[in-house]
């Protein structure tokens, strides 16, 4: 897997990354500040690599969205050009493969939505309780590829 980071990866990502591609689905615990985003950023280059289906990335607040934005832009990614955020006031539609979303602006959008995404992530994956986020991973039929990813969990 090509990534040309800016950087290398700590070796407890890299492992994460792959116990992720080979599990498939999986809850990556990690404390804050360890680098969640960069585990995220290299399973979904892996996978858009492999398949040409999208990848949803579906965080709590407009905050995250865009410093998951951000995180990948400094990793080295054409943001403007690959990246597509969903939340309040931006446009839902898209040809991008990759989104980054707040639950609250998605989860009443049809099943067809959500069949273009062959890889879920949903960060900060302990607040996935609710009706709303269990909806949406629920509509991600297709995802071969699920990750919830946290910091603190129950």
């Given at each position: 897997?090509?990534?040309?980071?800016?950087?290398?990866?700590?070796?407890?990502?890299?492992?994460?990354?792959?116990?992720?591609?080979?599990?498939?689905?999986?809850?990556?615990?990690?404390?804050?500040?360890?680098?969640?985003?960069?585990?995220?950023?290299m399973l979904m280059k892996?996978?858009?690599?492999?398949?040409?289906?999208?990848?949803?990335?579906?965080?709590?607040?407009?905050?995250?969205?865009?410093?998951?934005?951000?995180?990948?832009?400094?990793?080295?990614?054409?943001?403007?050009?690959?990246?597509?955020?969903?939340?309040?006031?931006?446009?839902?539609?898209?040809?991008?493969?990759?989104?980054?979303?707040?639950?609250?602006?998605?989860?009443?959008?049809?099943?067809?939505?959500?069949?273009?995404?062959?890889?879920?992530?949903?960060?900060?994956c302990h607040g996935f309780?609710?009706?709303?986020?269990?909806?949406?991973?629920?509509?991600?039929?297709?995802?071969?590829?699920?990750?919830?990813?946290t910091g603190t969990l129950?």
């Open positions: 897997m090509k990534l040309d980071l800016p950087f290398l990866p700590r070796d407890y990502q890299y492992e994460a990354v792959v116990k992720g591609i080979q599990r498939r689905r999986t809850i990556l615990l990690s404390p804050t500040g360890s680098g969640k985003s960069l585990i995220i950023y892996w996978f858009l690599q492999e398949d040409s289906k999208s990848v949803l990335i579906v965080v709590p607040t407009t905050s995250l969205v865009e410093q998951m934005y951000s995180d990948f832009k400094d990793y080295g990614m054409n943001v403007a050009d690959e990246v597509h955020r969903i939340y309040s006031g931006k446009d839902k539609v898209t040809k991008k493969r990759i989104i980054v979303s707040t639950w609250q602006s998605i989860y009443k959008f049809p099943k067809a939505w959500f069949a273009k995404f062959g890889m879920v992530v949903g960060d900060e309780k609710s009706k709303s986020l269990s909806s949406i991973m629920n509509k991600c039929e297709n995802a071969e590829y699920r990750y919830g990813t129950d």
